[in-house]
């Protein structure tokens, strides 16, 4: 059985930062594709980071240069470091470990809400 566990989040103001763990279970996050998305309130879910299985990552444009996702293989965790908080990152952030080598379909977290005040 497949099990995500998000943590980390909370309130923060801006510019702070924030790092989010998602704890693996029946899966391996050094095997599949793990991403990280984001859906504030009202809006649409989107992909904020990924990480392949042979480490290649990639970044939505609206956090480059400020996110980075990594992993700990002999944890079976992915994180995501967050610095330079904007009030525009607040939302609630998913993990998603992928099941056919993407991110189309997979496996979710429950979620962690992160919000950035101003």
């Known amino acids: 059985q497949v099990q995500l566990v998000e943590s980390g989040g909370g309130l923060v103001q801006a510019g702070g930062s924030l790092r989010l763990s998602c704890a693996a279970s029946g899966i391996s996050s050094h095997i599949n594709t793990m991403g990280w998305f984001r859906q504030p309130p009202g809006k649409q879910r989107e992909l904020v980071a990924s990480?392949?299985?042979?480490?290649?990552?990639s970044y939505a444009d609206s956090v480059k240069g400020r996110f980075t996702i990594s992993r700990d293989n002999a944890k079976n965790t992915v994180y995501l470091q967050m610095n330079s908080l904007k009030p525009e990152d607040t939302a609630v952030y998913y993990c998603k470990a992928g099941r056919y080598g993407d991110l189309q379909f997979g496996y979710w977290g429950q979620g962690t809400q992160v919000t950035v005040s101003s």
């Open positions: 990480i392949t299985r042979m480490e290649g990552t």
